[in-house]
């Protein structure tokens, strides 16, 4: 069976494509069959226009047009498409998705905050050793933070911080907010002690190739993170482009998405991060297949 999920976020827009199989050991097997991702950066519309611009609804249809195309090619039987921080602020964002499925065929949701960590946060837990000890799951965005805290396997907490690398770039994220998250994480860390950090998001994936980071584990020290932290922001924006290989738009905002996880990795008293590599997609797709199939496919 091909599963597909389309991620719509602040930053990129995402397909991905994963074959489930049940082996008949009853084991699962699954695998990718494709990624793409777009740089539509829809939150430069939404956070300094309050909407989705007509150009940018224009490349929307024309990506959605071909993620439809690539979904046939590869014999996808079913999707979910989903659509985050941006669209959810955007005061268009209902009128562009209805013009869009009629355009394209495909249906996107909006999805709140909560939803989003829900899903996040139960990926994490079926695919990380996360069964035993108190856990922050912070996934970092273009428009949102989402944070959920886990004790031993099980949700406990979870918020939606109007806390984005491209609200930040913008200068929409006010001291106040950060004060309000630092402080809410700080509470976490005293109730739960000895929390670890799981991150996600293409910001944290980037910082851990570009740390001296355990390959074995996934685990980067927060101080190595500061430390590309510090020498990115002393270079321009093409300088961290030529020097460290970082595309377009990923050169501007690993600086804000630093800061964030600097901050949360203070405020919970953790020196290092574990990065496992899951994304929204992943979520998004694997939630739709435990919920949808995996019954039947056993």
Same mark, same amino acid.
């Given at each position: 069976?091909?599963?597909?999920?389309?991620?719509?976020?602040?930053?990129?827009?995402?397909?991905?494509?994963?074959?489930?199989?049940?082996?008949? =050991?009853?084991?699962?097997?699954?695998?990718?069959?494709?990624?793409?991702?777009?740089?539509?950066?829809?939150?430069? =519309?939404?956070?300094?226009?309050?909407?989705?611009?007509?150009?940018?609804?224009?490349?929307?249809?024309?990506?959605?047009?071909?993620?439809?195309?690539?979904?046939?090619?590869?014999?996808?039987?079913?999707?979910?498409?989903?659509?985050?921080?941006?669209?959810?602020?955007?005061?268009?964002?209902?009128?562009? @998705?209805?013009?869009?499925?009629? =355009?394209?065929?495909?249906?996107?949701?909006?999805?709140?905050?909560?939803?989003?960590?829900?899903?996040?946060?139960?990926?994490?837990?079926?695919?990380?050793?996360?069964?035993?000890?108190?856990?922050?799951?912070?996934?970092?965005?273009?428009?949102?933070?989402?944070?959920?805290?886990?004790?031993?396997?099980?949700?406990?907490?979870?918020?939606?911080?109007?806390?984005?690398?491209?609200?930040?770039?913008?200068?929409?994220?006010?001291?106040? %907010?950060?004060?309000?998250?630092?402080?809410?994480?700080?509470?976490? %860390?005293? *109730?739960?002690?000895?929390?670890?950090?799981?991150?996600?998001?293409?910001?944290?994936?980037?910082?851990?190739? @570009?740390?001296?980071?355990?390959?074995?584990?996934?685990?980067?020290?927060?101080?190595?993170?500061?430390?590309?932290?510090?020498?990115?922001?002393?270079?321009?924006?093409?300088?961290?482009?030529?020097?460290?290989?970082?595309?377009?738009?990923?050169? *501007?905002?690993?600086?804000?998405?630093?800061?964030?996880?600097?901050?949360?990795?203070?405020?919970?008293?953790? *020196?290092?991060?574990?990065?496992?590599?899951?994304?929204?997609?992943?979520?998004?797709? *694997?939630?739709?297949?435990?919920?949808?199939? %995996?019954?039947?496919?056993?």
């Amino acid at each position: 069976m091909r599963l597909a999920a389309i991620d719509i976020g602040s930053n990129g827009a995402r397909l991905l494509i994963k074959n489930f199989r049940t082996a008949q =050991d009853g084991s699962q097997q699954i695998s990718r069959v494709m990624y793409m991702r777009v740089p539509l950066r829809l939150g430069s =519309d939404v956070f300094t226009l309050g909407k989705i611009s007509k150009e940018r609804a224009v490349m929307m249809k024309h990506m959605l047009k071909a993620f439809r195309q690539l979904m046939k090619l590869n014999q996808v039987d079913d999707y979910r498409a989903c659509a985050t921080s941006a669209m959810r602020d955007a005061e268009n964002g209902k009128k562009v @998705l209805k013009k869009l499925h009629e =355009d394209t065929g495909i249906g996107l949701e909006i999805i709140n905050g909560r939803e989003e960590a829900r899903l996040l946060c139960n990926n994490i837990v079926e695919n990380i050793e996360s069964a035993k000890g108190n856990y922050a799951y912070i996934d970092v965005g273009g428009g949102s933070t989402e944070i959920s805290l886990l004790h031993d396997g099980v949700l406990t907490h979870s918020h939606s911080y109007n806390i984005g690398t491209l609200r930040m770039l913008g200068g929409m994220v006010s001291k106040d %907010a950060m004060r309000q998250m630092r402080d809410d994480l700080s509470r976490f %860390a005293k *109730d739960m002690p000895g929390m670890r950090i799981i991150g996600s998001g293409g910001n944290i994936n980037k910082l851990f190739k @570009l740390c001296n980071s355990d390959k074995t584990t996934r685990t980067v020290p927060v101080s190595e993170i500061k430390a590309v932290y510090d020498k990115l922001k002393a270079l321009s924006f093409d300088e961290r482009i030529e020097q460290y290989g970082l595309k377009a738009d990923r050169a *501007d905002v690993i600086i804000p998405a630093s800061e964030i996880f600097m901050l949360a990795a203070e405020a919970l008293g953790c *020196d290092s991060i574990q990065v496992p590599n899951i994304s929204l997609a992943d979520s998004i797709i *694997d939630g739709l297949y435990r919920t949808k199939y %995996a019954a039947a496919d056993v």
